[in-house]
């Protein structure tokens, strides 16, 4: 009975290990397109990453050719800003919803920009 259990516990801890593996893959490709967008985007352009928490809430995030803006204070590399995002989440699943509302931005912004572009 026990080693089942041991088996089952050691199986969840696999399931878990790909899940995180997947994770980072995800995170890296989001942290690509991101880097892609941003570097296509015009001086004065930029997106809000409403519902986006870094750390301490309240604050503003923009994606902009510069990278991730925050105002008042220093602009945050692309790739640290989504990993330290990721990593604020803490469990597979928040991290999981995480990568979907970054890709929901970045879908949002390039419909947008698809639409106003001449």
């Given at each position: 009975m026990i080693s089942e259990l041991f088996e089952c516990i050691n199986d969840l801890t696999?399931?878990?290990d790909h899940i995180e593996n997947d994770i980072q893959n995800a995170s890296t490709i989001v942290i690509k397109e991101y880097r892609n967008t941003s570097e296509k985007m015009i001086d004065?352009?930029?997106y809000f990453l409403s519902g986006i928490q870094y750390g301490i809430p309240g604050k503003s995030y923009l994606l902009t050719s510069k990278g991730i803006?925050?105002?008042g204070e220093e602009t945050i590399e692309i790739g640290v800003f989504i990993n330290d995002v990721i990593n604020y989440a803490n469990n597979?699943?928040?991290?999981?919803?995480v990568l979907k509302d970054l890709a929901t931005h970045l879908q949002k912004f390039l419909e947008s920009k698809n639409n106003t572009s001449p």
């Open positions: 696999k399931k878990i004065n352009q930029s803006e925050v105002l597979p699943t928040r991290k999981i919803e």
